[in-house]
């Protein structure tokens, strides 16, 4: 009950926020005090892109217990699917005006539009492709990953190679994709010029309206049956598959559908923030990620979107007021939350959700468990 | 390893040859000796254009002019002075303390309107051509190893210009390897000089062939013109140089690779105890290990400050005192943080990371976001070549120091105290604690133990990377693939890890580059975590499944 109640809060609030900004920006005049400038609006909308991305790894981590290093790829091929879309409706305004190549093509000459480009001109492929990419990826991925049975901490760090392989590919410059300089400089989205303020307006409350999509979605995955056997196999995975289950295929659906929801969240930040760059596949980028879900509460739908929410508005006011400090507030924020707040902000006021159990008692880790023989043969 | 054979084919052959030798030398010598005339020896080196400039060193270093060796030290002391505008002589001076004295000479002049003089300047490339004349210069020296560095740069120079200065520093050489390289010098500048008979040619080209290297190869090939069956002799050669230095190539590539995989095994080790033995996800390694690469620094300035003598010893103690300050980091981190979380390696994972960030945010405020400079001690540095291989000393030494840390670290835990507390722990925790082990202070030690590991691994590291607050990130996944790969709590394996990934690194990259490689090897660890989760060397039994 109090999580239906939840859930309608948090659509409320993030429907109810986004257009009561839209018309403070659009219908209250520039001098007034109540006015919401459009730095406001571009961040808020970055910020709604974000809470896609923590939802995406809220589903996984939260309700199926992978703690997943690497969404940030996901993001950021949804990203760059949207780049390619923008780059193409560059055309001949670039520097260069070839109506076909972008100009960084151009520059490193090449004469010839690579094949994986085509179709990007059209919007719909492009949308098609920021859900299909990271589909396709996820769905490898996780075939291989959860068939033989890797899990804890080895399929964190593997997820983490990922997004790290992926980073490096992109920032070679014969991928195609820019290199290290990314996608930037973009025009118009179907027609909208980017730059006025009406379009990032809009791109704001649309991200609002996926972003509530994705929460209905999520919530009502998490609720359904399937979300139980999930929340089974995240507290005991041995004892759930001894039930009958094959806890390989739940996984690797809540996982595919996680990655496309980060993928979505990717193509509509790229739009907002005008650029995509390999450095969004940085490993220290996917974890700061996690971290928006265990300030919120691991496991609650909402406190997920409040944990980003939260987390890169603080990240803004210190960044521009003591870039210093920074650092050391997102790592004391990793250190405070793991040792004092295992349940997050949503734990301090939420008794009945489902609570998340600690993965296991001592005895039961794997590494501890494995090493107990092992010790013995260090030595010999 | 290949001298025999060689050492044989020139015995057989300088008794017939020898008197014809001498006798087409002298006639080459008549010949050459114009155009050496015509070729002033000072002619370049005071060149406006660098280049130029560095060939007119060689030029005169090789030419024998007695006067050679005080122009080339005036030149690089600065010394050497020109005429401002050009002239067809080209004058020279050299300054001394009580005027000016003509370079070709020495004979004091007049001294000349500064306004007319220009000094001769000295950039980079200049420079590295006059410390490459010098050794020329030695080949009278009376210390072999001067005169080997000499006979090489003649060889490099390969001028027909300097067959004469060859030949008689031939005569009178008597150490071998010397007058080897002697004789290959000769021989690549009689090639060079287009004269001598087919069988002079042919001679030349075999001494030439038992130099395997890249620059027997492209002067070989540079040779143009030369009659069908020294031609044909020559691609001959150059075939067997080639697949020679092939084979070098490869034994190259092997040794980087060791070498790259004991710079893994050391910046494995470390985590081979806190993550292999205690089972802790460790974020916060790379950057112990960074802690230690900046205690290196700090006991180089402490010690450049208070004890300048024991200038060369800095990196033998910054061993232990990085042990000593990164174990205590260790243990501060295993009392504060990690034993709140034995058992939950997700959330370990989460809250080391935020750890890394702090430490990394800490060292960037207290010594600056740059890189700090690290010096190498004298004995660490320069090479040694070992047929066609170049090793660095450096990288020797790491390697050697990698294998004995790994070795002291079994030591460590098959006999020490110490180590028979960690397995009794590790093994059963609470029969340990009633057989009245103090388990909380064994987890801090091992923790501190790794730690303190990690901190060496940074002494090591500070002497081929970069010091800065980003060191330990660019280790950090490569630990971790190491330690997986060599399956978890097996120190061999972690040993077998590091060696596998890196000459597999090594031996990929020339294919694909360095990025492809890193690629390349990180889609082998998801594959092979597939194929085995438990690593190379599983542990076998029901206790290896959770």
Not at chain 1, 2 to 23: F, H, I, K, Q
Not at chain 2, 492 to 516: C, H, N, Q, R, S
Request: net charge positive; hydrophobic share 55%.
């Amino acid at each position: 009950m109090r999580a239906e109640r939840l859930t309608v809060v948090t659509l409320g609030c993030v429907l109810g926020g986004a257009v009561l900004l839209a018309a403070l920006n659009l219908l209250t005049a520039p001098a007034s005090d109540l006015h919401a400038p459009n730095f406001v609006i571009s961040l808020v909308g970055k910020y709604l892109c974000y809470a896609i991305l923590a939802l995406a790894i809220d589903l996984v981590w939260g309700y199926a217990g992978i703690l997943t290093l690497g969404h940030g790829a996901f993001f950021a091929l949804g990203g760059y699917a949207m780049g390619m879309y923008l780059m193409r409706q560059i055309g001949v305004r670039g520097v260069y005006a070839n109506p076909t190549l972008p100009d960084f093509m151009v520059f490193i000459g090449w004469n010839k539009l690579p094949w994986y480009w085509y179709g990007f001109d059209h919007f719909w492929f492009a949308v098609a492709m920021a859900m299909l990419v990271p589909g396709i990826l996820a769905f490898a991925f996780g075939w291989f990953a959860f068939r033989s049975r890797v899990s804890g901490v080895y399929l964190s760090i593997i997820t983490q190679a990922l997004t790290y392989a992926l980073m490096l590919a992109f920032f070679r410059n014969d991928m195609g994709f820019g290199g290290n300089n990314g996608m930037t400089d973009f025009k118009e989205i179907l027609g909208f010029p980017l730059n006025r303020e009406t379009t990032s307006v809009g791109l704001m409350l649309i991200t609002a309206l996926v972003l509530s999509a994705a929460f209905v979605l999520t919530h009502a995955m998490t609720g359904s049956r399937f979300g139980k056997v999930l929340i089974a196999v995240r507290d005991t995975e041995s004892r759930t598959r001894f039930l009958g289950y094959r806890p390989e295929s739940y996984k690797l659906v809540v996982w595919l559908a996680s990655a496309m929801i980060a993928g979505i969240g990717g193509a509509l930040y790229v739009p907002q923030v005008g650029i995509i760059n390999p450095s969004e596949f940085a490993p220290g980028n996917s974890i700061e990620a996690v971290i928006w879900v265990a300030v919120g509460g691991r496991g609650t739908l909402a406190g997920a979107v409040l944990g980003a929410i939260l987390v890169n508005l603080a990240k803004t006011m210190l960044t521009s007021a003591l870039p210093e400090v920074w650092l050391f507030a997102i790592g004391a924020l990793f250190i405070l939350v793991t040792l004092f707040l295992p349940r997050g902000i949503m734990g301090l006021f939420t008794t009945c959700l489902p609570a998340v159990v600690p993965e296991a008692t001592p005895d039961a880790v794997p590494g501890i468990a494995a090493a107990k023989s092992a010790a013995s043969e260090i030595a010999g | 390893m290949s001298r025999g054979p060689r050492e044989g084919r020139r015995c057989r052959r300088s008794s017939p040859h020898g008197l014809f030798a001498c006798v087409l030398l002298t006639v080459l010598l008549t010949l050459s000796a114009p155009v050496r005339a015509q070729q002033e020896p000072f002619a370049n080196i005071a060149s406006m254009t660098a280049d130029v400039e560095a060939q007119g060193v060689t030029a005169l270093a090789v030419s024998g002019n007695p006067r050679a060796a005080t122009v080339i030290n005036a030149l690089r002391d600065g010394k050497l002075y020109t005429w401002k505008w050009p002239r067809p002589d080209c004058p020279l001076y050299i300054r001394t303390d009580t005027g000016f004295v003509d370079a070709r000479s020495g004979a004091p002049v007049t001294t000349p309107a500064a306004s007319n003089l220009r000094r001769v300047i000295v950039n980079d490339s200049v420079r590295a051509a006059i410390e490459i004349a010098e050794g020329a210069l030695d080949l009278s020296s009376p210390s072999s190893a001067a005169r080997l560095k000499a006979a090489e740069v003649l060889f490099q120079a390969s001028d027909p210009g300097a067959l004469a200065l060859v030949e008689k520093a031939l005569a009178k050489e008597h150490d071998a390897n010397v007058a080897r390289v002697l004789r290959q010098a000769y021989a690549a500048g009689q090639l060079k000089s287009g004269t001598g008979s087919v069988a002079e040619r042919l001679a030349a080209v075999r001494e030439l062939a038992a130099r395997p290297d890249l620059s027997t190869r492209s002067l070989l090939s540079s040779l143009q013109s030369q009659p069908p069956a020294v031609a044909a002799a020559i691609t001959t050669a150059i075939g067997a140089i080639d697949y020679k230095l092939k084979l070098w190539g490869l034994a190259e590539n092997v040794y980087y690779g060791i070498s790259l995989g004991a710079v893994l095994l050391l910046a494995a080790s470390g985590l081979a105890i806190t993550f292999g033995v205690m089972g802790v996800i460790n974020m916060a390694h790379g950057e112990i290990v960074m802690v230690g690469a900046y205690t290196t620094f700090v006991v180089q300035r402490v010690i450049a400050a208070f004890a300048p003598a024991l200038d060369q010893f800095g990196l033998l103690i910054a061993v232990p005192a990085a042990f000593v300050v990164a174990g205590a980091l260790g243990v501060l981190i295993e009392r504060t943080l990690i034993r709140f979380l034995y058992g939950r390696p997700l959330e370990t994972l989460l809250a080391t990371w935020g750890l890394s960030l702090i430490l990394q945010q800490a060292v960037r405020s207290i010594f600056g976001p740059t890189n700090q400079d690290v010096s190498s001690p004298e004995w660490m540095s320069g090479s040694i070549a070992f047929g066609g291989l170049t090793l660095t000393i450096n990288r020797l030494w790491i390697i050697l120091f990698a294998i004995l840390v790994l070795g002291a670290l079994m030591a460590v835990l098959r006999w020490g105290r110490l180590g028979r507390n960690i397995r009794a722990v590790t093994q059963n925790r609470r029969m340990a604690a009633a057989m009245g082990i103090r388990t909380p202070l064994v987890d801090a030690l091992t923790f501190g133990l790794g730690s303190g590991i990690a901190g060496m691994a940074g002494v090591a590291l500070s002497q081929i990377d970069n010091v800065s607050p980003n060191l330990g990130q660019n280790y950090i996944i490569d630990s971790f693939i190491v330690v997986v790969v060599g399956g978890v709590g097996n120190l061999w394996g972690t040993l077998f890890g590091a060696m596998i990934l890196g000459v597999v690194d090594k031996f990929v990259e020339p294919f694909f580059g360095a990025v492809l490689a890193k690629i390349a090897v990180l889609v082998f660890l998801v594959l092979f975590i597939q194929r085995r989760p438990q690593g190379l060397f599983p542990l076998k039994g029901r206790v290896a499944e959770a």
